[in-house]
């Protein structure tokens, strides 16, 4: 089975810190993505990545910054925390060229700013 | 930004019941839907996918698809508690394989 891991399940910052939040999958997924899930506002996309050091902006993109150096991790930043970016942070990964494209959801970072 | 509009309910349906899921979405072009359950403090995983209109069944799960209406929806059938949970609708944004997400349905299967 497709694993995609991120770093924490819990994180507390404080305003202003630089906040890194990790993704690795091990089944070689070219496609990776972050999302944001707030109550009653569904999940947004903020950023993906269709191959290494490439990068697009999602629906949310503004706050966060990512990067991806290597194919199976994708990291999401962000540059001083906010602290409306209290959040449930979802990352997946996916296969590209097929219609099919599951999404393969990590366990979620509940990120804290306060 | 693409619309993709579901009732956040709750549905509460009793045990055995068909649970009906409903869908709308506004880019002309999604060729390919996608139906995500999410348990409650848990990950979204994926339980249908639908490219063509009409209906595809999966055991208890039948999703239907109207392009002209731009419409989808997930059908339960014999319900059971297990299946309570959130059921994320996601068309994809018109020929980019990437989903947009619904703010998702809550449904309540009751014994």
């Known amino acids: 089975d497709v694993k995609v891991t991120q770093s924490s399940r819990y994180l507390v910052k404080r305003t202003g810190e630089k906040v890194f939040l990790e993704c690795v999958q091990d089944?070689?997924?070219?496609?990776m993505f972050w999302y944001r899930q707030d109550p009653g506002l569904g999940l947004r996309l903020i950023y993906f990545?269709?191959?290494?050091?490439?990068?697009e902006k999602g629906d949310i993109p503004e706050g966060y910054s990512v990067s991806r150096e290597k194919k199976e991790r994708f990291s999401l930043i962000l540059e001083s925390a906010s602290t409306n970016q209290t959040s449930m942070y979802l990352c997946?990964?996916?296969?590209?060229?097929?219609?099919?494209?599951?999404?393969?959801f990590g366990s979620g970072t509940q990120l804290s700013v306060l | 930004q693409k619309e993709v509009e579901q009732n956040s309910g709750p549905l509460s349906v009793p045990e055995g019941a068909i649970a009906s899921l409903n869908c709308t979405y506004s880019?002309?072009?999604?060729?390919?839907f996608f139906w995500y359950r999410q348990y409650s403090g848990k990950s979204p995983e994926l339980i249908m996918s639908?490219?063509?209109?009409g209906d595809k069944e999966d055991g208890r799960f039948t999703a239907q698809l109207n392009k002209a209406s731009q419409y989808v929806s997930l059908l339960i059938r014999d319900s059971q508690p297990s299946d309570s949970a959130t059921y994320l609708c996601?068309?994809?944004?018109?020929?980019?394989?990437?989903?947009?997400f619904g703010r998702g349905t809550s449904l309540i299967v009751h014994p």
């Open positions: 639908i490219y063509s209109n």
């Open positions: 997946a990964s996916s296969l590209r060229g097929t219609p099919n494209e599951k999404l393969f």
């Open positions: 996601a068309p994809e944004v018109g020929g980019s394989y990437i989903p947009t």
């Open positions: 990545s269709y191959d290494v050091k490439m990068k």
């Open positions: 089944m070689d997924h070219e496609n």
């Open positions: 880019d002309r072009v999604s060729q390919s």
